[in-house]
């Protein structure tokens, strides 16, 4: 929510982000459903040029389409990352309430990813998802370059979703 108005991201066929904005008098039509992961056909809207508020000043970053993506990325861009891969490893960090978790794609690569301060609300579903290795979606993290490899980081931004219904997650599920 910004201003009153519904913020939602949505990915295109191509895998590009499309951030919508719900206008004001809409918002409470919306207000309570839970949108992840649902198809929209989009009927009726108007095309303009906006910049959020990023709070963080990282540029949005599309669906990496592997971990490799990422592990190889030696640019000095700061950049926000999504990514999607199974959970192959992970370990809490208690007095924190944050994960540090190890994801593998479709090609059997893996990247760390680091989430911090994690919502009490959360902590189960993510402490669940680690024991049954499940897959994850994980949106806007920060690509943090390290001598000893690329990492993700979360930031105020970061959202997951376990076990998604979309075409990455499924090229994981048919190949594990």
């Given at each position: 929510?910004?201003?009153?108005?519904?913020?939602?991201w949505?990915?295109?066929?191509?895998?590009?982000?499309?951030?919508?904005i719900?206008?004001?008098?809409?918002?409470?039509?919306?207000?309570?459903?839970?949108?992840?992961?649902?198809v929209?056909?989009?009927?009726?809207?108007?095309?303009?040029e906006?910049?959020?508020?990023?709070?963080i000043?990282?540029?949005?970053?599309?669906?990496?389409s592997?971990?490799?993506?990422?592990?190889?990325?030696?640019?000095?861009?700061?950049?926000?990352v999504d990514?999607?891969g199974?959970i192959?490893?992970?370990?809490r960090?208690?007095q924190?309430?944050?994960?540090?978790?190890?994801?593998?794609?479709?090609?059997?690569?893996?990247?760390?990813?680091?989430?911090?301060?994690?919502?009490?609300?959360?902590?189960?579903?993510?402490?669940?998802?680690?024991?049954?290795?499940?897959?994850?979606?994980?949106?806007?993290m920060?690509?943090?370059?390290?001598n000893?490899?690329?990492?993700?980081?979360?930031?105020?931004?970061?959202?997951?979703?376990?076990?998604?219904?979309?075409?990455?997650?499924?090229?994981?599920?048919?190949?594990?």
């Amino acid at each position: 929510m910004e201003n009153n108005r519904m913020l939602l991201w949505m990915i295109d066929r191509q895998r590009e982000k499309i951030l919508a904005i719900i206008p004001r008098h809409l918002v409470p039509g919306y207000r309570n459903m839970n949108l992840k992961g649902n198809v929209f056909s989009v009927q009726h809207f108007q095309v303009d040029e906006y910049h959020l508020d990023n709070p963080i000043g990282y540029p949005l970053y599309p669906i990496v389409s592997t971990v490799t993506t990422v592990a190889q990325d030696h640019t000095n861009k700061r950049r926000l990352v999504d990514v999607v891969g199974r959970i192959v490893w992970g370990n809490r960090i208690r007095q924190l309430r944050s994960f540090e978790l190890i994801l593998q794609d479709e090609t059997g690569n893996v990247t760390k990813l680091l989430l911090y301060n994690v919502p009490a609300n959360l902590m189960i579903k993510v402490i669940v998802a680690t024991y049954n290795k499940s897959i994850l979606y994980v949106s806007c993290m920060k690509l943090v370059h390290n001598n000893l490899g690329n990492l993700l980081v979360s930031t105020v931004l970061t959202d997951f979703d376990v076990e998604p219904q979309m075409y990455e997650a499924d090229r994981i599920r048919a190949r594990y």
